[in-house]
């Protein structure tokens, strides 16, 4: 069964105490993955796309990278307008163009 | 461009009414996704169209929910006699497929519509 867990579930930081999201995945053939950013009340916001194992993107404080397993949201020197759920989702082969959503993980970054 | 509009944003009902949700996708995007979430977890897939065309239904979907999109345009999600279970925010998501007609992963989500089942 094709899965995506993330982790930590929540996480608090301190502004400008750099950290690392993890998402691991289980599929049975792998087309994208996905990170989102979903503020309370709010649709998630998509933030980056990742193709094949090596991949990086970046954006501002956000790096995101991609193994065979998982991939990684790297959050360098957060603000506290970095808080928000950071939520991972899978596209898998032969699939249609659903996403997988993990259950996301909830950062705080404390001024 | 507006963005993915969906109303009501909010619906409080109770247990046995049916609901109805509408979502008005971006304009020019022939795809459309509903996902449902919970407190505490991401988005579960429920269908999606390209254009009028349903052309995945999740296991997730009893008999009582149902999806249109008719003329390819904005949809709408019933739920038949509601039950408690039902209560979350039922996510709408539009996207274009690329030139090859690949669907992209890039989704564009409104902002939710809540329901609440006493």
């Known amino acids: 069964e094709d899965q995506v867990t993330q982790s930590p579930e929540a996480l608090r930081l301190q502004e400008g105490e750099s950290s690392s999201l993890n998402c691991s995945y289980t599929v049975s053939g792998l087309r994208g993955l996905f990170w989102y950013r979903q503020d309370p009340g709010k649709g998630p916001e998509f933030l980056f796309t990742l193709y094949s194992a090596g991949e990086e993107k970046e954006k501002e404080r956000l790096k995101a990278t991609l193994t065979k397993k998982e991939s990684f949201l790297h959050i360098t020197a957060p603000k506290p307008e970095d808080s928000a759920t950071y939520l991972c989702a899978v596209q898998v082969r032969n699939q249609g163009g659903k996403l997988i959503f993990g259950q996301g993980t909830e950062l705080s970054v404390k001024p | 461009d507006t963005g993915v509009s969906q109303n009501p944003r909010h619906k409080i009902t109770k247990r046995g009414q049916n609901v109805t949700f509408r979502c008005d996708p971006i304009?020019?995007?022939?795809?459309l996704y509903w996902y449902r979430q919970t407190l505490g977890q991401g988005p579960e897939f429920l269908t999606y169209?390209?254009?009028?065309?349903?052309?995945?239904k999740s296991r997730l979907l009893s008999d009582r929910f149902s999806a249109e999109r008719p003329k390819g345009s904005f949809s709408t999600l019933e739920i038949q006699r509601t039950e408690q279970g039902d209560s979350a925010m039922y996510l709408c998501?539009?996207?274009?497929?690329?030139?090859?007609?690949?669907?992209?992963?890039?989704?564009?989500f409104g902002e939710g519509s809540r329901l609440t089942v006493l």
């Open positions: 998501a539009s996207s274009q497929t690329a030139g090859t007609g690949d669907p992209t992963g890039e989704l564009f």
């Open positions: 304009s020019e995007h022939n795809r």
């Open positions: 169209f390209q254009n009028e065309a349903q052309l995945e």
